[in-house]
C-alpha cells in the first residue's frame, strides 16, 4: 500500500563492438538540456505512495497497422527478399553468441512527433519472434564506404513475442551518424542488427518496487521491463516512472504508460517532468531533482527495491553516476546516493 501523500496533479485519462559483447553486466545496479532545478509546488502535492497488492488484467497495447504507401502490414505473411522457409515455432531471430550481424529489411516508417519516428523491421521468417528477453537489447552497425563501422545498440519497443518483425522507436539526433542513417532509409532498405544483448536478468517479483527513471529515448528499456511485468498476471511488482523530458511533444509513448496507470491504478504511477511546460500543465515543471525522488519513490530500506536509470549524460551524472562501460556499472553517485541508496539497489541501462 502507498503512504504519506500522492504527487499526480493530473490523474492521465488517461569503438568498438567488443564493448557491446553478447554478456551481461557484473553488477546489478541527455535529456541534454535539462539541468536540476526546483519543481513546481502545484506539482508535487506529496510524497511517497504504496501500491496495494491488485491482479489486473494485461495490457493490450494496439499493433499499427500499415497504410497503402508503406507496404504490408509488419505483421503480414509477406516475407522479404531472400526468405527463407518458415520457422519452427520457437525460431529466434536473434540468437546471440556467433551468429554475428542479422539483416533486416525496413517495412514500415510511422511519424511519432518533429525529430522520432517509430520504425518496423522484419525477419526472414514471420513466424519467428525476436529473442530477446527482459532486459535486453541489440546493436545496429552501418558502414559507409571507407569509413570505420557505426555501431550503436537500441532497446526495441516491440513485444518479446512478437512475430514476424521488431519496432524501434528512434530520435533523430543531427550530429548523431546512427540516428541520421536510420531515419534516412527507406522502407526496402536493410538495418545490420545483432543480439540480444542482456542487460539486467529480470524474473517475475524478484523486487517488490520498481522505480523506472528516464530521460528522452531512455524511455525504451523502461517501457520493455513496464510491459513485461504487467502482461505476466503472477508478476505483482509496482512500478513508479519518473520521466524527464524537454517539452509536451517530446513525451514519448505517453498513451501507452497512462493504458498501464488506468488498468492498474494501485501499481503503477507515471511523473513526467516538463523543462518547458506549456501553460496549465498540472504535472511537474523543471527537472528531475534530489527532492522529488525523495518525495515520489520508496526509501532504500522501506521496500525490496530497484531502481533503474536511463538517459542522456547530464541524467545519469545528476541521479545516479555514469557507467564505465557497457559491461561496468561503475560506483553509485548523484542524488540516488544522497538519498541512501547502495549500488547494488540500481541498475543503469
Not at 519543481?39 to 508535487?44: D, E, F, K, T, V
Not at 544483448?197 to 524511455?219: C, E, F, Q, R
Not at 538517459?311 to 541521479?319: E, F, R, S, T
Amino acid at each position: 500500500m502507498f503512504a504519506r501523500s500522492v504527487f499526480r496533479a493530473a490523474a492521465p485519462l488517461k569503438r568498438n563492438i567488443r564493448n557491446y559483447a553478447s554478456q551481461a553486466s557484473t553488477t546489478s545496479g541527455g535529456i541534454g538540456a535539462l539541468g536540476y532545478s526546483a519543481i513546481g509546488a502545484a506539482a508535487l502535492g506529496g510524497g511517497y505512495y504504496y501500491y496495494a497488492n491488485v491482479q489486473g488484467k494485461a495490457p493490450q497495447i494496439p499493433m499499427p497497422t500499415a497504410t497503402k504507401d508503406t507496404g504490408s502490414n509488419p505483421s503480414s505473411q509477406d516475407t522479404q527478399r531472400g526468405a527463407s522457409v518458415p520457422a519452427s515455432a520457437d525460431a529466434k531471430a536473434f540468437m546471440g553468441g556467433e551468429q554475428g550481424f542479422v539483416p533486416l529489411v525496413l517495412q514500415k516508417v510511422e511519424d511519432v512527433n518533429h525529430n522520432t519516428k517509430k520504425f518496423y523491421f522484419k525477419f526472414d521468417d514471420p513466424s519467428k519472434t525476436s529473442g530477446l528477453n527482459i532486459t535486453s537489447a541489440v546493436i545496429t552497425k552501418f558502414q559507409e564506404e571507407g569509413q570505420k563501422p557505426v555501431i550503436r545498440p537500441y532497446t526495441p519497443i516491440s513485444d518479446e513475442d512478437q512475430k514476424g518483425y521488431l519496432t524501434f522507436i528512434i530520435k533523430h539526433y543531427p550530429n548523431g551518424p546512427m540516428t541520421t542513417h536510420i531515419h534516412d532509409m527507406k522502407v526496402g532498405d536493410e538495418l545490420l542488427v545483432k543480439g540480444p544483448i542482456p542487460k539486467y536478468p529480470w524474473s517475475a517479483n524478484k523486487h517488490d518496487h520498481v522505480a523506472l527513471i528516464a530521460g528522452g529515448t531512455g524511455i525504451t528499456p523502461m517501457w520493455q521491463l513496464a510491459r513485461a511485468i504487467f502482461k505476466n498476471p503472477e508478476d505483482k511488482t509496482k512500478v513508479t516512472l519518473i520521466f524527464g523530458n524537454l517539452t509536451e511533444e517530446d513525451i514519448l509513448m505517453k498513451q501507452e504508460w497512462e493504458q498501464l496507470e488506468n488498468e492498474y491504478p494501485q501499481r503503477m504511477r507515471a511523473f513526467y517532468m516538463l523543462d518547458k511546460a506549456p501553460e496549465g500543465w498540472a504535472q511537474g515543471k523543471g527537472h528531475i531533482t534530489k527532492e522529488l525522488l525523495e518525495k515520489v519513490l520508496p526509501g532504500p530500506t522501506e521496500e525490496n527495491v530497484k531502481v533503474f536509470v536511463c538517459g542522456p549524460p547530464g541524467l545519469y551524472k545528476a541521479v545516479s553516476g555514469t557507467k564505465k562501460s557497457p559491461s561496468d556499472q561503475g560506483e553509485l553517485d548523484g542524488y540516488l546516493k544522497e538519498i541512501g541508496y547502495s549500488k547494488d539497489q540500481v541498475y543503469k541501462f
